[in-house]
Structure formats: C-alpha cells, structure tokens
C-alpha cells in the first residue's frame, strides 16, 4: 500500500474550523513578528502535536509556510552538539547571516522564519509526533507521521490569519516527508520546496543496491533519539523557556517502547517489501507546482522524475548539506516560487527554465539553464575495461579477454583511462555493467567513479556531508541482481529488490550496478577517469594521495560521504571471499558515461 489515503473530509473540516488551543506567547524579541509557542493542535486519533507560529503583527491573512520535523522546533542550530560542524560552516561561508537576523530562530534544515515573516509569510515549524514537546511514539516517517502532518496542513489552511494556502520548506528530512505528505493532496497545500530530500526509502534511505546502510545509527543516535519526546537525559536546550524542550521525562523503558529505530527495522526487511512500499509516496498524486533542488553527492533526481506535477522544476547543485539551503541567492530563488504559487505574484516564474545544472570543474562550477532531465542531446558513452592493461576506453573490441580476481575484502581493481586530449563534459546519470563471478554464493560490489589529475593525484569534490567525494559512487549485492526491463533503461537500471538469487561459486553473471546519484563534471585536457571496482567501502583514508585533506569523517570510518555500507554483521565468510570480473569478448565490463557534445 503506498501513501494515498486522503485525510476524511468530515473530520478534516472538524479540525480546519476549530477554535485554536490556547498557546504561550513569547516576545519575540524581532521587531513586526508575533510568536505563537507550543501551540497543540489536535490529530485524528485525539494526540496533540505542539507547533511553534511565527505570523506578521498586522492584521490579516497570509500564506503559510510549514515543516515538521524530529530536530526540536526549539533547539537553536548554533546551540546543539550534534550540528557543531554545520554551524561553524554556515558561519564560516556566511559572516554576515546573523546580522541579517538575530539567527536565534535558525533550527537545522528549516528555514529562518524572520527572512520570511517580514515578507508577509506565517511560518509554522511542528514536532513530529514522539520527538521534542509532542509526545507519542517516534516513528520517523511513517504513514501515522504522514497523516499527522496532512492534518497540519489542513488546520493552517483554516486559521484566521492564513489565505488559506500553504507550502512546504526545508531540506533533508523535512525535504522527505514533503513528498510524502504532498501524495495525500491534504486540503490547502499549494507548493512544495523539497531541497535535498530522498524519494525512494528503500533505495535512498535503507539499502543501497540491496546492501544494508548502517550509518542511519549515527543519525538515530546522535540527531533524533536526544530529542526524543520524555528523553529527560538530552543535553539539547530548550532556547525558548530555558531546560529541556522534550517534556516530562519517561523511563528508560518507555523511551524504548515509544521509538521505532529505523536500522533494526531496516534489517528485519532485507527486501522492498509492503513495510518500504508503505512509506513510498505514490508519485502520480502529487500534482501541486514542484522545486526540487538536488545535490550531485546527495540525494537527487528521482522525487522530481516521479511527480506528476505539471508544473515543476530541477535544480542540481554541489555543495554541502546545508549552507547553500541559506545563502541570499537560495532565499531569493524560494521567495520567488513562493511569492508565485501562494501569494499570485506575477514575477515571471513560470518562464524559468525547467531545469538548471551546476557543472563542476575541478576548480570550481558554474550555473547552466537546460530544457529537460537527462539533459537533451546526451549521448551515452560505454567505456569498455580492460583487465590485461587495468585501462579503460570507449573504443569497441580493444579489451582482451581475461578474468582477474580481488579479495572481497580487498582494494579491488582499477581500471583507469588515457589523458583527454580534449575538455570534455559528463553531465547526468551514470551506470557500470560487469561480468562478475565469486568463489562464494554473494558478493557485494562498490564502485567509485574517480578524476584523476596529470600528477596523479585524486580529484575530490564537496558532497552534501563530506568534503571529499568522487564523481560518483554506485553499489549492488549481486544475489540482488535481477532488473526489471519494464523500468529500466541502460543509464538507469532498476532492480526490484523483491528476493535473493545466490551465485553458483565460480560461474559469470552480467550485472548493473545502482547508482543513485547523477554525476557532472568537465574534465580538462590532461585528466583521466578512474573506475574502481570492490567489496567494500570506498573512501579516502589517511595518506590519500588527493588534492587536499579531509577535515572530518566519521568516527572509525574512512569511508567517502558520511552514510557507509559495510554493515558490521556482514559475513566475511560470504562477503569476503574471491571475487573476479571479467572483460573482453564476450563478457565485455564498461562504465557508461552522459556525453554532453559542445555546444556551439
């Protein structure tokens, strides 16, 4: 079952024209800006989530932009430990943000209500349900968390001061839950602003290319179980009221029962089953007007592929997770989708190009207006391997066939290009076919797709969460091997994820590996491509040969971006045996790259 179930009328209308519940209201301290704190609106099952409203102090109805989110509507990002470094970044890239605004109302991945509400905008920031001040049981999104935030919609659609459309903002989480809630077409909502966010739980979120990512633990436990409602241990502060903002505390053992960790659950749904099926927003319902801006290393493309919005648009950006969601130039393209689809502005918006890109050079990137997505005009480039020369190229029937063997648990093989004699440009989505065999019944590939210097040094690149990243990175357990052709194309394979398909030991499989993000990149004359091949992590540890160091990392981990897939259960016995790829003749292996021919 996917997320179409639409909010009852009867009760929505129940809820839309109740009189709001009494809130605290507190000085805002910002001069023109009225602070509603804690206000608790009522949810179909009778559990009240508390929402912080921030509203012009004049008189009349505006629209309303929400989020909702695990975070803590009350946790200053400057204050909380968990976003030290995001804080010291955003301050770093932008010295003058708090004189804009007294930033004491940025929380993290939402957007600043007082560059909005001086702009005529109610800015509505909620608890989910089991973090922050709302109680019940923490489930991130899930299907009741959905409803919850499609009731929210609802109410604010029918308060006296809203015009009675609202759009949603923010980014990551709060970019997520955008696409699910907008599937169930909730009464009022108008626009949504998805920066960053994951469309597809399975692929994106719990498994890549069938292989379990652990790393969401570190997330759990570091950013969303301290705000869990009750957590009377957390060291966030309340920046509102002083103490804690998570309410009254509860046991340890009722904390535990009232939160729905997400990697053991994960691991008990190895497959994409009804449980993912469930959180998977049904793309052909959401039909109202779409941003949604991506990142090359971070999530990407496929909310935007899958609306059936009418009215949408695609920005690809580099960059890391959260300062570009803040800089002048991201408030003004918001304000300018905002200003159009909830307030009527005639400012021209419609006439924006479809889709943007920004190309990445190894020394910087520029903006690049494009009519569609994969980009017109691609033409997709198979360059072939070759294991007796560890080469690669896109000359047909170069590579001589031959077989080599990696330790699963190894390096692997890289297979590496001549110089480009010429600048040349990749733009789009990017795939490897692989004729693999292992001494085992499964194997587990990670492939990196690297730019290599003239001295040989690696290329790295800002990902959304990590300084250093390749140009892309693709994975695939290959019990998990089987391609749906109905929805595949040779850039964009897709694997059902639906049962496991175990290796004869020794015999060859064709097999595509996943790769959930797009790539761009102009190559200079000089540079080479790298593809590596292995059966495990790819990263770079210490001592990389690269062009500048990594400055962070997580913890006992040198893997590249902050989500790792090496789950600490695998079993070496089955993921670490000897594992072959073969290329040439029949078996020809190749990296598929998005050609983009210069334009004149």
């Known amino acids: 079952m996917r997320l179409t179930r639409l909010v009852p009328l009867a009760l929505a209308l129940s809820i839309a024209f109740a009189q709001p519940a009494l809130a605290e209201r ?6 023109g800006m009225i602070f509603d704190h804690d206000v608790p609106v009522t949810m179909t099952d009778d559990l009240k989530l508390r929402v912080n409203i921030y509203r012009p102090d004049k008189p009349g109805r505006y629209p309303v932009l929400m989020l909702m989110g695990p975070y803590g509507k009350d946790t200053r990002l400057a204050d909380a430990p968990a976003y030290k470094t995001s804080w010291a970044k955003l301050i770093a890239k932008y010295p003058d943000l708090c004189k804009q605004s007294s930033c004491r109302y940025i929380r993290f991945e939402a957007p600043d209500p007082e560059r909005w509400v001086p702009n005529g905008y109610v800015v509505i920031h909620a608890d989910v349900r089991g973090a922050g001040a709302s109680p019940g049981v923490l489930d991130p999104m899930s299907p009741r968390e959905t409803e919850d935030y499609a009731t929210l919609i609802t109410w604010a659609a029918h308060q006296p001061w809203s015009t009675g459309k609202v759009g949603l903002l923010g980014t990551s989480f709060h970019a997520i839950n ?8 909730p009464k009022g909502l108008a626009a949504i602003l998805p920066w960053e966010g994951a ?27 301290p705000n869990q409602n009750g957590n009377g241990e957390t060291s966030l502060i309340d920046s509102i009221g002083g103490g804690k903002d998570t309410g009254a505390p509860l046991s340890p053992e009722l904390l535990k029962k009232n939160r729905v960790a997400p990697v053991e659950t994960f691991a008990r749904h190895p497959f994409d089953d009804a449980y993912y099926r469930a959180l998977t927003a049904d793309g052909s319902r959401i039909t109202v007007p779409l941003l949604d801006v991506a990142n090359w290393a971070g999530w990407s493309t496929k909310g935007y592929l899958a609306a059936a919005s009418k009215s949408k648009w695609l920005r690809i950006e580099t960059g890391d997770h959260l300062t570009p969601f803040y800089s002048d130039e991201a408030l003004a393209l918001q304000k300018r989708f905002f200003d159009h689809y909830l307030k009527g502005v005639d400012n021209g918006w419609e006439k924006e190009a479809p889709v943007a890109v920004e190309v990445r050079r190894p020394d910087g990137a520029t903006w690049r207006e494009e009519t569609a997505w994969p980009l017109p005009g691609t033409r997709w480039e198979r360059w072939y391997l070759d294991n007796a020369s560890g080469t690669m190229s896109p000359t047909v029937g170069v590579a001589t066939a031959a077989e080599k063997s990696y330790p699963g648990a190894g390096d692997g093989l890289t297979f590496t290009s001549a110089p480009f ?23 587990d590939i990670f492939a990196a797709v690297r730019l290599i210097d003239p001295e040989g040094r690696d290329v790295v690149f800002t990902g959304n969460s990590d300084p250093n990243v390749p140009l892309g990175q693709g994975y695939l357990r290959v019990s998990h091997r089987a391609i749906d052709p109905a929805r595949s194309t040779e850039y964009a394979p897709f694997h059902p994820h639906l049962a496991s398909e175990p290796m004869i030991p020794a015999q060859l499989y064709p097999v595509d590996v996943e790769f959930t993000n797009p790539t761009s990149i102009v190559i200079p004359k000089g540079y080479r491509l790298a593809l590596t091949i292995q059966g495990k992590d790819f990263g770079y540890g210490p001592g990389a040969n690269i062009v500048h160091a990594k ?28 594992d072959t790829v073969a290329t040439g003749g029949e078996h020809a292996s190749y990296l598929l790259m998005p050609y983009i021919p210069r334009r004149q």
């Not at 507190?26 to 001069?31: H, I």
């Not at 739980?201 to 990512?213: C, D, F, K, Q």
């Not at 990749?426 to 795939?431: E, K, L, R, S, V």
């Open 26 to 31: 507190v000085d805002s301290g910002v001069p």
């Open 421 to 443: 004699a010429d600048e040349t440009e990749f733009t789009g989505p990017i795939a490897v076919r692989l004729w693999v065999s292992s001494s085992t019944a499964d194997m």
């Open 178 to 185: 955008q696409y699910q809630v907008a599937a169930l077409q």
């Open 551 to 578: 400055d962070y990392e997580l913890p006992d981990s040198n893997n590249s971006g902050l989500y790792y897939l090496a789950h600490p259960n695998r079993d070496p016995a089955l993921y670490g045996g000897t």
């Open 199 to 225: 469309f597809d739980p399975y692929r994106e979120i719990a498994y890549s290319g069938g292989i379990l990512n652990p790393a969401w633990q570190f997330w759990w436990d570091h950013q969303v179980v």
